[in-house]
């Protein structure tokens, strides 16, 4: 499986951008989607999750209330909303196909995007 992210840019704090992450095949029907992210010089760390069904989704404490994730199957995509961006939620962004359901942890994903790059001026 393929995954292209998109959707990154420059933008002002406060603004908002929607990231898009499409694959090259239908997933499972057990496979939650993730978006994680990677700023420099520290470790790729957990953004959001949703499971194949839309019903379960899982958000870090620091993007809860101002990012969203959705997915629409038929398309076999995924997005992420995001809101009220923040310079500290610059950073490299990556999409990842899950192994089964919704986990917060890198090693539960099983195929990677090559990712979009967000960086959020002050």
């Known amino acids: 499986v393929q995954l292209q992210a998109s959707g990154g840019g420059l933008v002002q704090a406060g603004g908002s951008l929607r990231l898009s992450c499409t694959t090259s095949?239908?997933?499972?029907?057990?496979?939650?989607m993730g978006w994680f992210r990677q700023a420099p010089g520290k470790e790729r760390e957990f953004v959001a999750a949703?499971?194949?069904?839309?019903?379960?989704?899982s958000y870090a404490d620091s993007v809860k209330g101002r990012f969203a994730i959705s997915r629409d199957n038929a398309k076999n995509m995924v997005y992420l909303q995001m809101n009220t961006l923040k310079p500290e939620d610059t950073g490299v962004y990556y999409c990842?196909?899950?192994?089964?359901?919704?986990?917060?942890?890198?090693?539960?994903?099983?195929?990677w995007g090559q990712g979009t790059e967000v960086t959020v001026s002050s």
């Open positions: 949703i499971s194949w069904r839309g019903d379960s989704t």
């Open positions: 990842a196909v899950a192994k089964s359901y919704v986990s917060t942890s890198y090693r539960d994903y099983l195929y």
């Open positions: 095949r239908r997933t499972h029907s057990n496979n939650a």
